[in-house]
């Protein structure tokens, strides 16, 4: 029974679930389409990617469907079972998604230079001069979290997944890179795990905003 990853590749919540998978050497098939197709419109109740379908299961919700392949399958433990390193590697996971994502990756990257919503699809200036402020006050936050090891789950955990697409696809504008180059930790953190092999070999071929070509899944990983 194969378990079915439904979404492009390009969006960020979709890598962190293809980077989930290979971690815990799971095999799968990732079906590429945009949100709101009738594929994700039958699972998630707002049309957003990822989802999921392992025989009769189906699931919305990235965090939902991580959770559901870490207690499912076999291989290390993306989030640790200990309650205490549990609740401090959910708190990053949440804080994560719901401060980072928001701007990081919704306005400055999507709203500022993917999605822009001028007339010529130039940036959109006051998309991305509005997100500024905020990330530069963020930045050190979460460069101090990766320089102390708060993401816990041993080396490599679910709080990861989460935030090393984020960080590198904020990595790839100007400003973003400027933070990132400021912030030693974080350009040290993005450096390495963008060279683990669960995050390379799931590194999106496609530029978001497009849901491109399926992927063969990778093979199973070996870090
Ligand atoms: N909370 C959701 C967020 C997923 C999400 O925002 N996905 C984006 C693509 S990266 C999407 O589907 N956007 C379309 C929309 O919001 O309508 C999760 O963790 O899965």
């Given at each position: 029974m194969s378990l079915e990853l439904i979404g492009g590749p390009a969006s960020n919540y979709v890598w962190t679930c293809r980077i989930m998978?290979?971690?815990?050497?799971?095999?799968?098939?990732?079906?590429?389409?945009?949100?709101?197709?009738?594929?994700?419109?039958?699972?998630?109740?707002?049309?957003?990617?990822?989802v999921m379908r392992h025989g009769e299961i189906v699931l919305a919700e990235s965090r939902a469907i991580c959770g559901y392949i870490d207690r499912m399958f076999d291989g290390p433990p993306?989030?640790?079972?200990?309650?205490?390193?549990?609740?401090?590697?959910e708190q990053w996971i949440s804080i994560i998604n719901t401060a980072i994502d928001p701007v990081w990756i919704?306005?400055?990257?999507?709203?500022?230079?993917?999605?822009?919503g001028t007339p010529?699809?130039?940036?959109?200036?006051?998309?991305?001069?509005?997100?500024?402020?905020?990330?530069?006050?963020?930045?050190?936050v979460m460069n101090e979290a990766v320089e102390n090891g708060y993401f816990v789950a041993g080396n490599f955990s679910l709080a990861d997944a989460y935030f090393?697409?984020?960080?590198?696809?904020?990595?790839?504008?100007?400003?973003?890179?400027?933070?990132?180059?400021?912030?030693?930790?974080?350009?040290?953190?993005?450096?390495r795990h963008m060279e683990r092999?669960?995050?390379?070999?799931?590194?999106?071929?496609?530029?978001?905003?497009?849901?491109?070509?399926?992927?063969?899944?990778p093979p199973p990983a070996a870090n």
């Amino acid at each position: 029974m194969s378990l079915e990853l439904i979404g492009g590749p390009a969006s960020n919540y979709v890598w962190t679930c293809r980077i989930m998978l290979t971690e815990k050497r799971v095999p799968y098939t990732l079906t590429s389409v945009m949100p709101h197709s009738p594929a994700v419109d039958a699972i998630h109740p707002f049309g957003k990617i990822p989802v999921m379908r392992h025989g009769e299961i189906v699931l919305a919700e990235s965090r939902a469907i991580c959770g559901y392949i870490d207690r499912m399958f076999d291989g290390p433990p993306m989030v640790p079972a200990d309650p205490i390193k549990c609740a401090q590697a959910e708190q990053w996971i949440s804080i994560i998604n719901t401060a980072i994502d928001p701007v990081w990756i919704r306005q400055y990257v999507g709203a500022g230079y993917i999605f822009p919503g001028t007339p010529d699809k130039s940036p959109d200036r006051a998309a991305i001069d509005a997100a500024l402020p905020k990330m530069e006050k963020q930045f050190p936050v979460m460069n101090e979290a990766v320089e102390n090891g708060y993401f816990v789950a041993g080396n490599f955990s679910l709080a990861d997944a989460y935030f090393l697409p984020m960080l590198f696809y904020t990595s790839k504008f100007p400003e973003g890179a400027a933070l990132v180059s400021k912030h030693k930790g974080l350009k040290a953190y993005l450096t390495r795990h963008m060279e683990r092999k669960s995050v390379r070999e799931t590194m999106p071929q496609t530029r978001p905003g497009t849901a491109g070509a399926a992927p063969a899944a990778p093979p199973p990983a070996a870090n």
